[in-house]
């Protein structure tokens, strides 16, 4: 597509549940990235994808947290059994090559667990 | 570890005015170094970048220069207009294939009319 797509652009969940966020990258872009941007703390990376795999999952915060990249395009986020700390705005980038280009941003999925 | 330092914020400034946001990185190896905007309700936008040591990144009226001997990227604007109220990140990235963004705090700008 023209552009980074995230969906669903906002979730409400009560805790406990399980969610998954959705990340359409730009087409023919092999590098995609996940990211959460809490209120005062910045961009927080979460995951890299280079194609389906993930080379650099440093940034998971727990194991409740997992993603998956199938045919090199869509990305999935879910998190299980969120909790009240997981309130964020969730954002995917994608790029065609990685690091010194700098990437292009979806508009975000902003998750609120109540 | 590589990591980003922007001043604190938030930032408020009359129309016109000139604006300096300063940016500090620590890097192991040689960085690309970037300025992103986020406007509100929108998504982040690359705003400038600089790929090497001297290079001067510059868009909308906005310049910033790398610079090695201070690692530092402030990001410059010599008139600034309330349009560019908005929340401005700076960030490093290296190369490799194994490489990501990694990103400062942001500091929230606005400019009054």
């Known amino acids: 597509g023209a552009g980074v797509s995230q969906s669903p652009s906002n979730k409400v969940t009560e805790k406990g549940k399980d969610v998954e966020l959705r990340c359409d990258p730009i087409?023919?872009?092999?590098?995609l990235y996940w990211y959460r941007q809490s209120l005062g703390q910045g961009l927080e990376f979460l995951i890299y994808?280079?194609?389906?795999?993930?080379?650099?999952k440093s940034g998971l915060p727990s194991d409740r947290f997992s993603a998956e990249r199938t045919g090199g395009s869509v990305s999935t986020l879910t998190i299980q059994r969120t909790q009240q700390e997981d309130s964020a705005v969730y954002l995917c980038?994608?790029?065609?090559?990685?690091?010194?280009?700098?990437?292009?941003f979806g508009s975000g999925t902003r998750l609120t667990v109540v | 570890g590589d990591s980003v330092t922007q001043m604190e914020g938030p930032v408020t400034l009359s129309e016109e005015a000139f604006l300096t946001i300063n940016c500090t990185y620590t890097?192991?190896?040689?960085?690309?170094l970037f300025w992103y905007v986020q406007y509100p309700g929108e998504g982040l936008q690359l705003l400038l970048k600089?790929?090497?040591?001297?290079d001067k990144g510059s868009n909308k009226g906005f310049e910033a220069t790398y610079r090695k001997e201070t690692t530092s990227f402030h990001l410059e604007k010599g008139s600034v207009q309330v349009s560019d109220s908005a929340v401005y990140f700076c960030?490093?990235?290296?190369?490799?294939?194994?490489?990501?963004?990694?990103f400062g705090k942001g500091i929230t700008l606005s400019v009054r009319p």
């Open positions: 980038a994608s790029s065609f090559l990685p690091g010194e280009q700098g990437y292009t």
């Open positions: 890097a192991t190896g040689y960085p690309s």
């Open positions: 960030a490093l990235g290296l190369t490799g294939a194994n490489s990501k963004l990694t």
């Open positions: 994808f280079q194609g389906n795999s993930a080379p650099d």
């Open positions: 087409s023919g872009h092999t590098a």
């Open positions: 600089a790929t090497k040591a001297d």
